[in-house]
């Protein structure tokens, strides 16, 4: 059964940084597209950032390139995101999920992923 773990989220001023995690279990991740999808209140789940595990690409959000970081650790099944210069409305909550397939670009749709983990609370305040 795999299973995905968020971690890191909190309570954070307008400016500030926070490092998310996604612990995975349940079989090897070497070769699967791993995923960040953030969801606001009133609003649809959204990508974020993903990554191929195997090769390393990423992909994010247009409007979150260069202030977000999507970075794995395959030795320790575990992908984080770097979130800098946060903004009130970055404030969701936030989403790991895991394709069990090679993509060489992690697909954006939350269709595409197989497993989700339960999410990880991101509170901006002014």
């Known amino acids: 059964q795999v299973q995905l773990v968020e971690s890191g989220g909190g309570l954070v001023q307008a400016g500030g940084s926070l490092r998310l995690s996604c612990a995975a279990s349940?079989?090897?991740?070497?070769?699967?597209?791993m995923g960040w999808f953030r969801q606001a209140p009133g609003k649809e789940r959204e990508f974020v950032a993903g990554?191929?595990?195997?090769?390393?690409?990423?992909h994010y959000a247009d409007s979150l390139k260069g202030r977000f970081t999507i970075s794995r650790d395959n030795a320790r099944n575990t992908v984080y995101l770097q979130m800098n210069s946060l903004k009130l409305e970055d404030a969701a909550v936030y989403y790991c999920?895991?394709?069990?397939?090679?993509?060489?670009?992690?697909?954006?749709?939350?269709?595409?992923?197989?497993?989700w983990g339960q999410g990880t609370q991101v509170t901006v305040s002014s």
């Open positions: 990554i191929s595990t195997s090769a390393g690409n990423t």
């Open positions: 999920a895991v394709k069990l397939a090679f993509e060489v670009r992690p697909p954006v749709s939350t269709d595409a992923y197989d497993y």
């Open positions: 349940g079989r090897a991740f070497s070769s699967v597209a």
